[in-house]
């Protein structure tokens, strides 16, 4: 039998230096009919934000990642590239191999990371029965996408409940904290929280609890 003591072969590596960033970033073909972007669920503009990093625009390139999916620094991580952008790369048969589309979204939005910025609503944005209550059960990676959704469109009044005492559901009670770390699901719910949404954890919802307004 073997032994998993000290075995850290699923360990994430850390993300890809500056200089490794850059010479992976100059690799990009910028495809016209991008697979890669096709092949992605959040639909993420890929070669917009790799040519967003090869000119040195980091915050640029984190804004376009995070404008599509709101946990781009969690899928950056996590998510399993070789089976959707990284394999549909159109150089995924030269010797090279496939561009690492995702060490460079998670080095593009671990710096936007440190940078410590708040997430902000666009000026006068504002939809119609903007003052509707909206409800969210469980405070998950589903819940804090769509919340992020809705709060950019201009509703005011958006809560997560959550039956737990902690928040980000499987990102935090299943992931380990070795392939993502706590403060990487704390980053990404404080961007929720910037744009006014309310989380209330330790709170489990029934049919009782509906009412009509």
């Given at each position: 039998s073997c032994t998993?003591?000290?075995?850290?072969?699923?360990?994430?590596?850390?993300?890809?230096?500056?200089?490794?960033?850059?010479?992976e970033?100059?690799?990009?073909?910028?495809?016209?009919d991008a697979p890669c972007q096709k092949s992605c669920p959040t639909q993420i503009d890929v070669k917009s934000f790799i040519t967003s990093i090869s000119n040195k625009n980091y915050y640029?390139?984190?804004?376009?990642?995070?404008?599509?999916?709101?946990?781009?620094?969690?899928?950056?991580?996590?998510?399993p590239t070789s089976d959707l952008c990284v394999g549909g790369c159109n150089l995924a048969a030269t010797e090279e191999g496939p561009i690492n589309i995702g060490g460079l979204q998670?080095?593009?939005?671990?710096?936007?990371k440190k940078m410590k910025l708040k997430q902000t609503r666009i000026p006068g944005q504002s939809v119609k029965y903007a003052d509707t209550k909206i409800a969210l059960i469980g405070c998950g990676p589903?819940?804090?996408?769509?919340?992020?959704?809705?709060a950019r469109l201009g509703y005011d009044h958006i809560r997560i409940?959550?039956?737990?005492?902690?928040?980000?559901?499987?990102?935090?009670?299943?992931?380990?904290?070795?392939?993502?770390?706590?403060?990487?699901?704390?980053?990404?719910?404080?961007l929720v929280k910037d744009l006014g949404v309310q989380i209330e954890c330790g709170r489990a919802l029934s049919t009782d609890d509906l009412t009509i307004q």
């Open positions: 998993l003591t000290n075995n850290f072969d699923d360990i994430k590596h850390t993300t890809l230096s500056e200089r490794g960033a850059l010479k970033a100059s690799r990009c073909l910028k495809c016209a640029g390139a984190a804004k376009e990642i995070l404008s599509d999916n709101p946990l781009g620094l969690t899928c950056g991580m996590v998510c998670h080095f593009a939005v671990d710096i936007f589903a819940s804090l996408s769509c919340a992020t959704f809705l409940f959550e039956k737990e005492a902690y928040v980000g559901g499987l990102s935090s009670s299943e992931i380990p904290q070795y392939r993502l770390p706590y403060d990487v699901v704390d980053f990404e719910i404080e």
